[in-house]
Antibody, heavy 119, light 107 residues
Framework: EAQLVQSGPQMKKPGESLKISCQTS????????IAWVRQKPGEGLEWMAM????????RYRSSFEGQVTIAADKSINSAYLQWSSLKASDTAMYFC????????????WGQGTLVTVSS | DIVLTQSPGTLSLSPGERASLSCRAS???????LAWYQQKPGQAPRLLIY???IRAAGIPDRFSGSRSGTDFTLTISRLEPEDFAVYFC????????FGQGTKLEIK
């Protein structure tokens, strides 16, 4: 069965950089899209971006373009979400999730990584 | 972007009752690309329904989805105690968006 296991919670200060990971197993990593979804405390879900590790096709939601960077490493079946300069407003839970097609539902999800940004 | 508006914000029902959750799209959803997810506290969302009405693997048949124009409905025929959670709809066309969620709570 497909599994997505995310890295642990992070506490950072404004202006710091951060890279969180999503380690996958149980499926062909290069044949699925990996999406990142944000959930701020007590709020709903926001689509951020997605990557197709097979050819490194990357698509950002316009509001997240330039704010975050996503990447994938096919050799270890892992996807990444990173920030170069965190803001307090980046405090949220971040989920990675798998989708079979560029237009498809998110059928398997990671457990989430809580990122807290506070001075 | 397509805006999805879910109603009600909170639905209070008892086990055994029928639940109907609404998701209204601001414009036509491409190819019925509408999904429903269930999220329990401290957990990741779980896919319930995709393509408007197809149940995901392992989802009980008390969950069903339907569409009328730009209005989508998730119906839970007889509520079980484990069904009380937050439900999100999502359109997953070119620029995916989520609804704000409906909290289904025990009355």
């Amino acid at each position: 069965e497909a599994q997505l296991v995310q890295s642990g919670p992070q506490m950072k200060k404004p202006g710091e950089s951060l890279k969180i990971s999503c380690q996958t197993s149980g499926f062909d990593f290069t044949s699925y899209w990996i999406a990142w979804v944000r959930q701020k405390p007590g709020e709903g879900l926001e689509w951020m971006a997605m990557i197709y590790p097979g050819d490194s096709d990357i698509r950002y939601r316009s509001s997240f373009e330039g704010q975050v960077t996503i990447a994938a490493d096919k050799s270890i079946n892992s996807a990444y979400l990173q920030w170069s300069s965190l803001k307090a407003s980046d405090t949220a839970m971040y989920f990675c999730a798998r989708r079979r097609y560029s237009s498809g539902p998110l059928d398997y999800w990671g457990q989430g990584t809580l990122v807290t940004v506070s001075s | 972007d397509i805006v999805l508006t879910q109603s009600p914000g909170t639905l209070s029902l008892s086990p055994g009752e029928r639940a109907s959750l609404s998701c209204r799209a601001s414009q036509t959803v491409t190819s019925n690309y509408l999904a429903w997810y269930q999220q329990k506290p401290g957990q990741a969302p779980r896919l319930l329904i995709y393509n408007t009405s197809i149940r995901a693997a392992g989802i009980p048949d008390r969950f069903s989805g339907s569409r009328s124009g730009t209005d989508f409905t998730l119906t839970i025929s007889r509520l079980e105690p484990e069904d009380f959670a937050v439900y999100f709809c999502q359109q997953y066309g070119t620029s995916p968006t989520f609804g704000q969620g409906t909290k289904l709570e025990i009355k």
